[in-house]
């Protein structure tokens, strides 16, 4: 009976271990399962925080071809002011010579 008693003590004593060794492994999930929902929310911002860069990116790129469209058309633009300067200095001159054989024609009849 004595030797009942021991075992039934040392079963006892096991047991306690026991759920103590299962409270603490609970806790020390709970603990990782906390760790493991802060890394997920980190991993999300930080998704969200990526997406918003390449967005930010896409219209960046976007704004930079404008850009380059908006100087390519200004280039051409600014080419067709020289020419049309050279015209109007062209007709100008034209009509200028014009006048002055007008000027010489009128001051023979006189």
Do not use: W
């Amino acid at each position: 009976m004595c030797e009942r008693n021991d075992a039934l003590s040392e079963a006892v004593q096991t047991k306690d271990q026991l759920t103590a060794k299962i409270k603490e492994l609970e806790q020390e999930l709970s603990g990782v399962k906390e760790e493991l929902g802060e890394s997920r929310a980190n991993r999300d911002e930080a998704s969200n925080e990526r997406d918003a860069l390449e967005a930010r990116l896409e219209e960046t790129a976007f704004l930079e071809q404008k850009r380059d469209m908006a100087q390519v058309e200004l280039l051409e633009l600014r080419k067709e002011k020289e020419q049309l300067e050279l015209r109007l200095c062209s007709k100008e001159s034209e009509q200028g010579e014009g006048s002055d054989k007008i000027t010489k024609s009128e001051q023979k009849v006189s």
